[in-house]
T-cell receptor, first 114, second 115 residues
Framework: EAGVAQSPRYKIIEKRQSVAFWCNPI?????LYWYQQILGQGPKLLIQ????????DSQLPKDRFSAERLKGVDSTLKIQPAKLEDSAVYLC????????????FGPGTRLLVL | GENVEQHPSTLSVQEGDSAVIKCTYS??????FPWYKQELGKRPQLIID???NVGEKKDQRIAVTLNKTAKHFSLHITETQPEDSAVYFC?????WGGGYNKLIFGAGTRLAVHP
C-alpha cells in the first residue's frame, strides 16, 4: 500500500512570498489532515477535510492560510503572504474513516521563511 | 479544550534498560490515545494505541497503560535498543467540537539509547 505523498520536501522562501504544498493521501482515505509542526513541538492541526468538505479549520490562520481538496482526493495548502513564524514542517495525514482511528502521516514539507 | 502534557522532554537510557514516557490529558471524554515515533527527518509513525475501554495494551517490547481516573497514560519500552532512539509523541482524541477524530499531540520526548 502506497503511503501519503507530499511535495515539495523542502522549500525556502522570503517573507511576504507565497508558497503551496501538495498532498496525495492513501487511496480510499476519506479524511485528510494538515498539521503544522514547529521545531521541538508536537504536530498542531490546521485543517481537517472529510472527502472534499472542511470539518475543522478552527486553528487555521485564515488571513494567510488556505487549503482545498476539490475532488476529495489530493489537497493543497497555501500560505500567502508568508511570515517568519511560518517556518515549520507541514505534515499531511489521512485516515480511512468509518470508525478506524489510525492517521497515517506523509513525510512532510520543511518550510524555511527568511 | 483538550490539552496534553508530556514528560520528560528528553530521556537518556543505556541499551537494555527500560524507558517510560508519561502523558496527561485534560478532557475526561477523550477516548483514543495513540503513540507516534518520529525519527530524525522522517514522518511520524504509529507504534501503539489504546482506547478508553482498555487499561493496558502490549506489542512485543512496547506497552501502553491508561489510567482514566487520573487522566494519564504511559508508554513503556523494555529492553531498549539503539534503533529506539527517536522522538515519541503521545496524543489524545478530542471528541468535542466541529471536527471528529481530532488528535491533540504532546510536545514530544526525545529518547536516546546509548550502546
Amino acid at each position: 500500500e502506497a503511503g501519503v505523498a507530499q511535495s515539495p520536501r523542502y522549500k525556502i522562501i522570503e517573507k511576504r512570498q507565497s508558497v503551496a504544498f501538495w498532498c496525495n493521501p492513501i487511496s480510499g482515505h476519506a479524511t485528510l489532515y494538515w498539521y503544522q509542526q514547529i521545531l521541538g513541538q508536537g504536530p498542531k492541526l490546521l485543517i481537517q477535510f472529510q472527502n472534499n468538505g472542511v470539518v475543522d479549520d478552527s486553528q487555521l490562520p485564515k488571513d494567510r492560510f488556505s487549503a482545498e481538496r476539490l475532488k476529495g482526493v489530493d489537497s493543497t495548502l497555501k500560505i500567502q503572504p508568508a511570515k517568519l513564524e511560518d517556518s515549520a514542517v507541514y505534515l499531511c495525514a489521512s485516515r480511512l474513516s468509518g470508525g478506524l482511528e489510525t492517521q497515517y502521516f506523509g513525510p512532510g514539507t520543511r518550510l524555511l521563511v527568511l | 479544550g483538550e490539552n496534553v502534557e508530556q514528560h520528560p522532554s528528553t530521556l537518556s537510557v543505556q541499551e537494555g534498560d527500560s524507558a517510560v514516557i508519561k502523558c496527561t490529558y485534560s478532557d475526561s471524554a477523550s477516548n483514543y490515545f495513540p503513540w507516534y515515533k518520529q525519527e530524525l527527518g522522517k514522518r511520524p509513525q504509529l507504534i501503539i494505541d489504546i482506547r478508553s475501554n482498555v487499561g493496558e495494551k502490549k506489542d512485543q517490547r512496547i506497552a501502553v497503560t491508561l489510567n482514566k481516573t487520573a487522566k494519564h497514560f504511559s508508554l513503556h519500552i523494555t529492553e531498549t535498543q539503539p534503533e529506539d532512539s527517536a522522538v515519541y509523541f503521545c496524543a489524545a482524541k478530542a471528541p468535542w467540537g466541529g471536527g471528529y477524530n481530532k488528535l491533540i499531540f504532546g510536545a514530544g520526548t526525545r529518547l536516546a539509547v546509548h550502546p
